[in-house]
């Protein structure tokens, strides 16, 4: 699985760091720090923390869809 913020729609609201802390972290009040490549162990706290962003800043690209064509399969979810 990897995910992308769109750190110019993040707003700092920190759902994210709340509900998968072992991917998103803040550093300070408003900087978001988090892992592109988030471990499958993770993937229902990511898919969680995505849809609780208030401003829908978390694509999710879950690369092991699809897998057997070829294809990735992309959402953005939060």
Do not use: W
Not at 49 to 55: I, K
């Amino acid at each position: 699985m990897r995910l992308v913020v769109d750190l110019n729609r993040c707003q700092g609201y920190a759902q994210c760091a709340f509900l998968a802390p072992d991917v998103f972290t803040m550093h300070g009040d408003e900087a978001l720090m988090y892992d592109p490549l988030a471990d499958d162990a993770q993937r229902e706290n990511v898919r969680k923390a995505a849809d609780a962003c208030p401003v829908k800043a978390i694509t999710l690209d879950y690369e092991d869809l699809g897998a057997a064509d070829g294809k990735a399969g992309a959402s953005r979810v939060g």
